[in-house]
């Protein structure tokens, strides 16, 4: 059974710092997805990787995959208020049909 | 880009009655949707799978006659939630992946419907 461990679950930070969300999952896969979830709204997708050592930014988000290490990283550069948000790592377990598996998600804040 | 109207985005209902949730790919076909179920501040998880022309595939511990999922045709699946009772008040989410890129990966996803059982 895949299972998929985001750390941390809560992250508060002020503006202008940098943090990484970090994304681990148990078996084998070379498709990770992060998302974002602002409350009472669904998810917008930030982030497809789908190869070892893949990496993109967007803004001040930037994501990576090492699938040797199961490992992805969710970094923020530069933190600003309109970045608070859920924000959830998935993987695809493989096969054809897509089935994501997600992790617990991170509440991130940022304080003025 | 790949948009999917998920309708309705809320609904109050008594208990014991049936709940139709609809989940349209708006500018796209999609043969596979997938409906997920949200609980306050937690994460997604995966119901079923819906595949269009065939029976809907459930994950371990989603009971089939409870929740009804109906995928007619390339742009539309139907999650029903029968007999509804106040423990399946959720946030219900699809999600559609697009047949032409058969080689992406990107799945959109409904903007959500709250479900509330009185």
């Known amino acids: 059974e895949l299972k998929v461990e985001q750390n941390p679950l809560f992250l508060s930070m002020q503006e202008g710092k940098n943090y990484t969300i970090y994304c681990n999952y148990s078996?084998?896969?070379?498709?990770l997805y992060w998302y974002r979830q602002d409350p009472g709204k669904s998810l917008e997708s930030l982030f497809v990787?789908?190869?070892?050592?893949a990496v993109k930014q967007e803004g001040r988000l930037m994501a990576s995959l090492d699938t040797k290490a199961r490992l992805s990283t969710l970094h923020i550069t530069a933190a600003v208020h309109d970045l608070s948000a859920t924000y959830f790592c998935?993987?695809?377990?493989?096969?054809?049909?897509?089935?994501?598996?997600f992790g617990k998600g991170t509440l991130l804040t940022v304080n003025p | 880009g790949a948009v999917v109207s998920q309708h309705p985005s809320w609904v109050i209902c008594k208990s014991g009655t049936s709940v139709k949730i609809e989940c349209r790919s708006l500018?796209?076909?999609?043969?596979?949707m997938f409906w997920y179920r949200q609980f306050p501040k937690q994460s997604l998880m995966l119901m079923a799978t819906?595949?269009?022309?065939?029976?809907?595939?459930?994950e371990q511990g989603v009971e089939k006659d409870k929740f009804l999922i109906n995928h007619a045709s390339l742009t539309l699946s139907t999650l029903t939630v029968t007999s509804a009772h106040p423990e399946d008040s959720s946030f219900y989410i699809c999600?559609?992946?697009?047949?032409?890129?058969?080689?992406?990966?990107?799945?959109?996803f409904g903007a959500g419907s709250r479900l509330t059982v009185l």
């Open positions: 998935a993987v695809d377990g493989g096969g054809s049909n897509y089935k994501l598996t």
């Open positions: 990787l789908l190869s070892n050592g």
């Open positions: 500018d796209f076909q999609a043969t596979t």
């Open positions: 078996t084998t896969s070379d498709r």
């Open positions: 819906s595949n269009e022309g065939s029976k809907a595939t459930y």
């Open positions: 999600s559609a992946r697009d047949i032409r890129e058969a080689g992406a990966n990107v799945l959109t």
